[in-house]
């Protein structure tokens, strides 16, 4: 089955730790993305890839580091300068081409301090 | 900058009872806009979504309309059921800024048998 798949489901993270958040596709798709979701509030962009090794910083990627060496990985770092990571982080992908931009998502990841 | 503004829920509704969550938007250009649907402790599911004016999405009963006049994409079901119970986000992907999407903060929907 084609699809993301986030890992861990669930992660919790020390005091000065660095955790790492996996998202891998097989789409085929060029372009993906990370959201950070906190309760009652929408979506907001981390950081974004367009294509391998390149991406660029979204609204909140202060604490945050990404890496994108493979078209189909795109790993998500939270640093211990992230003072508030606690929040439910969602992976996504899209084509960029003919589909309007449409963004497929994985099931999430739920982060947690100890 | 480009922003979207729906509904503030929770909204609750019984059995059958007629939905509307409004979306309006803010945005330069001609933007893409979507909904998409949470359920508890899931990722986000496209539901709808439309690419142009006038354009209307549709998909298991929900339909929304892209008003450009109005800037508006407002959801509507005719008869929501219980499984309907989610988080619905309205979302706009600005006009060639690499595809990204720009949610509003979400309205919760419960329906009651």
């Known amino acids: 089955d084609g699809g993301i798949t986030q890992s861990p489901k669930y992660l919790f993270r020390k005091e000065g730790q660095n955790v790492t958040l996996s998202c891998e596709q097989n789409?085929?798709?060029?372009?993906m993305y990370w959201y950070r979701q906190d309760p009652g509030q929408g979506l907001r962009l981390i950081y974004y890839s367009q294509i391998v090794n390149d991406f660029q910083k979204g609204d909140i990627a202060e604490g945050y580091s990404v890496s994108r060496e493979k078209k189909e990985s795109f790993p998500l770092t939270v640093t211990s300068a992230q003072k508030n990571p606690t929040a439910f982080y969602l992976c996504?992908?899209?084509?960029?081409?003919?589909?309007?931009?449409?963004?497929?998502f994985g099931a999430g990841t739920r982060l947690s301090v100890l | 900058g480009d922003s979207v503004t729906q509904m503030e829920g929770p909204v609750t509704l019984s059995e059958e009872a007629f939905l509307t969550i409004n979306c309006t938007y803010t945005a330069t250009g001609y933007p893409s806009l979507f909904w998409y649907v949470q359920y508890p402790g899931e990722g986000l599911q496209l539901l709808l979504k439309?690419?142009?004016?006038?354009d209307k999405g549709s998909n298991k009963g929900f339909e929304a309309t892209y008003r450009k006049e109005t800037t508006s994409f407002h959801l509507e079901k005719g008869s929501v059921q219980v499984s309907d119970s989610a988080v619905y986000f309205c979302a706009l992907s600005p006009y060639n800024q690499g595809g990204k999407l720009i949610f509003g903060q979400g309205t919760e929907l419960s329906v009651k048998p």
């Open positions: 439309a690419t142009k004016a006038d």
């Open positions: 789409l085929n798709h060029d372009a």
């Open positions: 996504a992908s899209s084509s960029g081409r003919g589909d309007g931009n449409i963004q497929y």
